[in-house]
T-cell receptor
């Protein structure tokens, strides 16, 4: 199975840039997802990476290095509403399943 | 709104009660999931249904019993639960379990408290 590691909590200032890292170990990597979850709400999809490199989507970007088992989510021009938990999820095809496994999530606190 | 609804949003039950959680998706997806989310723990996959057939059951205790009458509805029947079962129960759907790109759409969850 996967071993997914993310920092538990991060803080940042409004307007700044923050990078949330995710490392993983798989034997049959087949995609990595990032989700955002505000307190008391459903997780919502942010990004998907399956090839190495950077995927940019507005203020959010996600990077993947398959050889290093590493991804990060980059949030620019932080806003107070970005305070949320960010979940990294990895799909490992080795078990014959396309269903991703989730990390514990990183709680991001944005302060003025 | 993600197109996935769950009821009830909050549930308090005793250990001897029987209750059911309901999930409905309006997205035309073929796969539906139940997850358990506890504080400080990763999302735990409980059950997966593909076209109304259960395809995964992650060693979940028998006091949790899923039901998928059609591809739009998913239930989780609860009986004789334990206090450690208190958690947020999330339902999700996706177009398929077998597609390479398989974004999941989550419902808002049911906050369950077992007394």
């Amino acid at each position: 199975g996967q071993n997914i590691d993310q920092p538990t909590e991060m803080t940042a200032t409004e307007g700044a840039i923050v990078q949330i890292n995710c490392t993983y170990q798989t034997s049959g990597f087949n995609g990595l997802f990032w989700y955002q979850q505000h307190a008391g709400e459903a997780p919502t999809f942010l990004s998907y990476n399956v090839l190495d490199g950077l995927e940019e989507k507005g203020r959010f970007s996600s990077f993947l290095s398959r050889s290093k088992g590493y991804s990060y989510l980059l949030l620019k021009e932080l806003q107070m509403k970005d305070s949320a938990s960010y979940l990294c999820a990895v799909r490992d095809q080795a078990g014959g399943s396309y269903i991703p496994t989730f990390g514990r999530g990183t709680s991001l606190i944005v302060h003025p | 709104e993600t197109g996935v609804t769950q009821t009830p949003r909050h549930l308090v039950m005793g250990m001897t009660n029987k209750k059911s959680l309901k999930c409905e998706q309006h997205l035309g997806h073929n796969a539906m999931y139940w997850y358990k989310q506890s504080a400080k723990k990763p999302l735990e996959l409980m059950f997966v249904y593909s076209l109304e057939e259960r395809v995964e059951n992650n060693s979940v205790p028998s006091r949790f019993s899923p039901e998928c009458p059609n591809s739009s509805h998913l239930f989780l029947h609860l009986h004789t639960l334990q206090p450690e079962d208190s958690a947020l129960y999330l339902c999700a759907s996706s177009p398929s379990v077998a597609r390479a790109y398989n974004e999941q759409f989550f419902g808002p969850g049911t906050r369950l408290t077992v007394l």
